[in-house]
């Protein structure tokens, strides 16, 4: 409940029918949509689409985040690590029935009898040490919380959670210091060796700093945040679970060499890793659907940037994106791209028809986060306004029932023409929200 508290930051998923165009014009389609609308929020976006054996690239708003740009790619890294631990499979050094406890010594709080294949697919239960104080150490600078031994900071172990799906960094972090145990090699060692300098990715770092060549100028709440970049936030604390720094060409040649070659994994090694964990994730790696079909794809999100990828293996095609922000400044971007990879059509936006939600303008209550949500017509616009959270986002039409934010994903559905009350609906949750008598 706490996330619907926060400035309503999910996704959607725009209607759209499907017809085939070209490349480059699904590439004019998205700046025609997207360019002004980031201009004029003083944000940034940059993408890469690789389909019918052709990329192209195209840099959105401000900021000029080409391909060449460098970017956290935050839990994106999760992918790479799996790799590794897939490879260490390969060469025997490993089985993923292996208990962690036969490579790393106690740590209290968490089961030595857990497999490596429960970290890989986030089923071990573990409790989550990266995000609890994130904020204050990247902006308080302080030497001394680098120090800090985070996998000490684990609370007690959740063993009826064993099985079940639950997203975990330090998963990750624990994949790490296996990998550094087996090869007595620093993890980012074993990046460089087997997976940078073999593919040519020159322009990926295991760690971000600022020190790096083309350097996409990181945000937060629209401000530069350049100054607080220390290459310990990225490397010490997620490490292997979101350390590394990329572009968009790199991840792309990473991605391809991943996914059609065997210059990384076995085939069988790969479906392993595709087929393996839950409905969501596999090893390291996303299951993403999009009417009834299965891509791949991580994404990463970190102060500063935000990084998300889709691949369609029966096409071979993908989308690469990332803004230079902790979110994607307009979420409505992401399906339009996985619609492309579908061959469906980027819609534009509709002009919303004032007369038909006019009746709808007042205050709402939204239950569930006890908040307090205004529609408001001003100026031949409709905005929905959160007074206490001092939000205030212009609305768009998708059909003749429903408004959308494009920047949080937040839908708003006509309930049979009840002006009383409308259909609240957010990447997956839906309510009602009934209109507050004044």
């Given at each position: 409940m706490r996330s619907l508290k926060k400035a309503i930051t999910l996704c959607l998923i725009l209607l759209i029918t499907g017809i085939t165009y070209s490349q480059s014009n699904a590439l004019n389609s998205l700046s025609e949509k997207y360019n002004a609308q980031l201009k004029q929020k003083q944000k940034g976006i940059g993408l890469l689409i690789k389909k019918n054996n052709t990329t192209e690239t195209i840099a959105l708003g401000d900021y000029n985040l080409t391909s060449e740009k460098v970017f956290s790619i935050g839990s994106a890294t999760k992918t790479f690590t799996a790799v590794l631990v897939l490879q260490e499979m390969e060469r025997g050094n490993l089985k993923l029935s292996d208990s962690i406890g036969a490579y790393l010594s106690p740590i209290e709080n968490v089961e030595g009898s857990l497999t490596i294949e429960s970290l890989l697919s986030h089923e071990s239960g573990l409790d989550e040490v990266v995000e609890a104080n994130i904020l204050d150490v990247f902006f308080k600078k302080d030497d001394a919380l680098y120090n800090q031994d985070f996998l000490k900071q684990i609370e007690p172990h959740k063993p009826e959670k064993v099985g079940t799906f639950q997203y975990c960094n330090t998963n990750y972090m624990l994949l790490g210091e296996i990998l550094e145990k087996i090869n007595d090699k620093h993890y980012f060692d074993l990046l460089r060796e087997r997976i940078f300098i073999p593919l040519g990715l020159d322009n990926t770092h295991s760690y971000l700093h600022k020190n790096i060549k083309d350097l996409a100028i990181p945000t937060h709440r629209g401000k530069d945040v350049s100054n607080y970049i220390d290459h310990r936030f990225y490397g010490d604390i997620p490490n292997a679970a979101g350390s590394i720094a990329s572009t968009l060409t790199d991840m792309e040649i990473f991605y391809s060499s991943l996914y059609e070659t065997e210059k990384l994994l076995k085939k069988e090694t790969l479906q392993l890793m595709l087929s393996s964990g839950n409905d969501l994730y596999g090893l390291g790696i996303f299951k993403l659907s999009h009417k009834d079909k299965t891509y791949y794809g991580h994404g990463g999100n970190t102060i500063g940037y935000a990084f998300s990828n889709a691949y369609d293996p029966d096409s071979k095609s993908m989308y690469l994106i990332f803004a230079n922000a902790v979110s994607m400044p307009t979420k409505s971007i992401e399906n339009d791209l996985m619609g492309y990879l579908?061959?469906?059509?980027?819609?534009?936006?509709?002009?919303?028809?004032?007369?038909?939600?006019?009746?709808?303008?007042?205050?709402?209550?939204?239950?569930?986060?006890?908040?307090?949500?205004?529609?408001?017509?001003?100026?031949?616009?409709?905005?929905?306004?959160?007074?206490?959270?001092?939000?205030?986002?212009?609305?768009?039409?998708?059909?003749?029932?429903?408004?959308?934010?494009?920047?949080?994903?937040v839908s708003l559905t006509k309930n049979n023409n009840d002006s009383e009350s409308l259909t609240f609906s957010q990447q997956g949750f839906t309510t009602v929200i009934k209109r507050i008598k004044e």
């Open positions: 579908n061959n469906e059509p980027i819609k534009d936006f509709e002009d919303v028809d004032i007369d038909s939600f006019k009746n709808y303008e007042g205050k709402y209550l939204l239950k569930e986060a006890n908040l307090i949500l205004k529609i408001v017509i001003e100026d031949k616009k409709i905005f929905l306004v959160g007074e206490a959270q001092g939000v205030k986002s212009e609305l768009s039409q998708k059909d003749e029932n429903t408004l959308i934010d494009l920047e949080t994903g």
